[in-house]
């Protein structure tokens, strides 16, 4: 079975989220009373998936690092600019554009 590119992101992105959920909140993070209801449960919702999206991001670039510590090659500017995007607007479309380059390089398995 082939999964694209954008199937195996996602399964990262849930993974992080999973791990992201069974990691205890910090002390002051903590919530106190019942569940956060309409909007603000929405706002707990995108800044889940948020954290979830950066932290793929975070990993693939300690892969990126690794291979140019290796290879010494310089910065990919294409990746480089990629990267610059994901993080001016955290997106699933913007961390598989980071991934494409890194799947090229044969750094995603």
Known sequence: ???????????????????????????????????????????????????SLRRVFQDLGISYRRYRSQTREPVKPELRDAAYRFRADPSLTSLVAVAAYLDDMDLLS
Do not use: N, Y
């Not at 694209?4 to 399964?11: E, P, S, V």
């Not at 990691?23 to 707990?44: I, N, W």
């Open 1 to 51: 079975m082939s999964d694209t590119l954008t199937d195996r992101i996602l399964a990262r992105v849930a993974d992080a989220r999973t791990a992201l959920e069974r990691t205890p909140a910090p002390r002051k993070a903590r919530r106190r009373g019942p569940a956060p209801l309409g909007s603000a449960a929405a706002e707990v919702e995108h800044s889940r998936e948020a954290a």
